[in-house]
C-alpha cells in the first residue's frame, strides 16, 4: 500500500485505482505468466515445492522461462545454506498496521537477516525506467538510480520494521534472479532508525485514510490497461493513434 501510495503522490498511480486496490476492496487481476514463473521459483527455493504448475511444451520440458529459472535454483538454495540458520520462510507477520510477507528469515551471530526473492526479465534493462538494471548499474548519480533506490528503500524499511520473536531485524537483502539469463543481483540494506519509519508509516496510513478525494490520473496507456475503465467516466479519451 505504502509503494503504491508513493506511486500515487509521484503521479504514476490513478488515485481511483489506489482507493479501489487499498480501501473499496481490492483489484481482481490475473497474474501473468511472469508472476506464476516468480511464485513458483520462491517456492522451488523456499519450501521444494509449488502449486503452480511449471509451462511446459509440447516436445516435453518445460518452456524457457521456467528452464532459465529452474537452472537458478541450486544456486539460491547454495546461497540459503550459506546464509546461518534458516528460522522461518514464507512467513506473514505484523506490527500495528504493518503487514509483511518475508521469504526468508535468517539468523547469524544472533543478528536477524531478512531476504527477498525476486525474479526478473529486466535485470539488465537500461531503459526500463523502474527496472532492476537501474539499481544494477550502480550509477549513484543517475535519477533512475535514485528513484528506484528510494522505491526499493520503502520496501526494505517496511520489511526491517515488524520484528521477528520480539527482535528488530537488522539487515534486509533483495536477490533477484533474472529469468533470462545466469545472472543474479544482491542488493543489501541496513536500515537505521526503525522506530522512527514505524511511526512515519502509521502517519502515512493516518494521512490515507483520511483523504476523502483521491485524484483520477488519467492518460492513455494506463486507462488502456485499467480494470477500472469500463465504468469510468475519467478514462482518457485520446485516440489510440494519430495520423498526421
Ligand atoms: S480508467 Fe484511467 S482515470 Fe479511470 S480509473 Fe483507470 S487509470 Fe484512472
Redesign the pocket.
Known sequence: MYKDFLSYQNRT?????FE?AWLNGGIEKESTEAQDAGWWFEDMVVRGKSDKEPTSLKKGGYNALFRTLEAHIPLAKEMVANEGKLVSADETAYRGNVRVKRDLVFVKDNKIKVVDIKTTAHLNNKWDYYAWGALAEGDIYSHRFMMQKRHKDIQAKTYMCVPYNGMMPDSFEYWIFSSKDSEVLILDFTVEELDAWYEHMEDTLQQILDTSFFE????LK????????KN?????KLPNKIVI
Open positions: 498511480l490513478c488515485g481511483l485505482v479501489q483520477p490520473i488519467p492518460e494506463r486507462c488502456n490497461e485499467c480494470p477500472l475503465k469510468c467516466k475519467y478514462k482518457s
